[in-house]
């Protein structure tokens, strides 16, 4: 139904504010970007990483740049066989080290 305004009632808005839930902080698109970059050289390059996640090459020159999204960031994890955490922190680990605890994955040659 159609209403008119008079020019004392301002029509009213819509829409409200966006909500930045589903926006990557300023850290995290520069943790994603860095992530991007090294899931790069492991896939070999832009155009096999962006296959694998199923992703266009418009949208990986705009994440590399940092513009990345919290979608894209689900689809390069899932591809990549990787948690968002791990996408999304540059949290080094020790290589032949366990991720959560330190432990070393290598036996050692010392025999007792």
């Known amino acids: 139904m159609l209403r008119l305004v008079g020019k004392d ?5 819509r ?3 966006r909500i930045d839930v589903h ?3 300023s850290d995290e698109r520069k943790s994603f970007a860095l992530s991007l970059r090294n899931l ?3 896939f070999g390059s832009w ?3 962006a296959e694998a996640a199923h992703v266009n090459m418009s949208t990986w020159k705009r994440a590399a740049a940092g513009r990345g999204s919290v ?3 689900w689809q390069v994890a899932k591809a990549a066989g990787m948690t968002m955490e791990a996408i999304l922190t ?4 020790i290589a032949g080290a366990c991720a959560t605890c ?5 036996a050692s040659s010392k025999t007792p």
């Open 23 to 25: 926006r990557l902080t």
């Open 71 to 73: 979608g894209l960031a």
């Open 102 to 106: 330190g432990r070393s994955l290598v």
């Open 90 to 93: 540059t949290k080094l680990t």
């Open 40 to 42: 790069r050289a492991s």
């Open 9 to 13: 009632e301002p029509p009213k808005k």
């Open 47 to 49: 155009r096999n990483l």
């Open 15 to 17: 829409y409200g504010r």
